[in-house]
């Protein structure tokens, strides 16, 4: 999971071998600006290395799709925090590369995906690659940027800069005619404190869609658990001179973030926000887990013909 973004990028090259049913493209810096990702690029603003925007789509053999689905995996290569450097005891070189846990997670269930090839089913697996850093060129808390569906985001926080590559590539998702949408990302430490090291946050307006996901890991062995999404809570991320902050108020940090990705998510689509800060990572083995990937495939399947 220590990967930097070279290394990323040779992932989608490793599904070469399933190109029957595996397509790739990816985005450069100049693409992303023509559809106007200007929060995914704020990200990436400071980093010598340049953004890579990935999207890999499963279509299966002998027919078409009754069924398009959407896996998006936040993708920061490493994390310094930007402005807002991580400091504290628990801001360990570790911490700031794994925060591409969702990407792993995605990438690995497009792979199966691939070896098992599932019909019926289409999946598009989205990754906004890039490296939160510091430089002259870098987002300063009181930028205003603007994604890629129009609306406008006030930074107040360089480390909340997961949920800002994530808006612009919810908007390119929604924009490939998927029908449901599950994002990965290791988003929030609130989320750690509240489930631990071992179980995943849930966070979906679709009841249904959450039985299909929770359906899923009862097969993968994975935990996950429903969290609210207190719409009152979107107080705290309204801002004076944008449509919105990108951090909220202290209390209630990972449903603030969440209730954050919804509003780049189009209403017809059914979605859901895993936050996988916790079970990502484990601290006994000094390793990635691979937390994720079943669950994903599972579901993936179960939506199949």
């Known amino acids: 999971m220590f990967l930097h973004l070279g290394n990323l990028l040779k992932r989608p ?39 890579h925007f990935i999207h890999l789509i499963y279509k ?22 930007g402005y807002n450097i991580k400091t504290g005891p628990g801001c360990s070189i570790e911490l700031m590369k794994f925060d591409m846990g969702g990407s792993g997670a995605v990438l690995g269930a497009a792979k199966a995906i691939g070896q098992i090839k599932p019909s019926g089913v289409e999946v598009h697996f989205i990754v906004a690659a890039c490296e939160n850093m510091i430089s002259g060129t870098g987002m300063r808390p009181g930028d205003i940027v603007t994604a890629s569906n129009g609306k406008t985001i006030e930074v107040n926080n360089t480390d909340a800069e997961g949920r800002l590559t994530l808006a612009d590539a919810l908007v390119y998702a929604c924009n490939q005619g998927v029908e449901k949408i599950v994002d990965l990302a290791t988003l929030t430490g609130a989320c750690v404190i509240a489930l631990g090291p ?35 809570y979107w107080e705290s991320m309204k801002s004076g001179i944008a449509d919105m902050v990108n951090t909220g108020g202290r209390p209630g940090g990972s449903i603030t973030a969440a209730l954050f990705l919804k509003q780049f998510v189009d209403e017809k689509v059914e979605w859901m926000h895993i936050d996988m800060a ?27 013909a």
């Open 13 to 51: 090259q490793r599904l070469l071998p399933y190109s029957d049913v595996l397509s790739a493209k990816i985005l450069n810096e100049e693409q992303c600006k023509e559809l106007k990702m200007g929060s995914y690029l704020a990200v990436a603003a400071a980093s010598a290395n340049p953004p």
């Open 60 to 81: 299966p053999l002998g027919g078409p799709a009754k069924v398009k689905l959407g896996l998006v995996g936040k993708g920061l290569t490493f994390d310094s925090g």
């Open 198 to 232: 071992s179980i995943a946050g849930v966070f979906t307006p679709s009841d249904d869609l959450a039985k299909e996901v929770f359906a899923a890991s009862e097969l993968s062995g994975e935990k996950f658990w429903r969290l609210p999404l207190e719409e009152s």
């Open 278 to 304: 916790g079970p990502v990572w484990s601290d006994k083995k000094h390793t990635a887990t691979g937390f994720g990937v079943s669950t994903l495939v599972e579901w993936v399947l179960k939506n199949s």
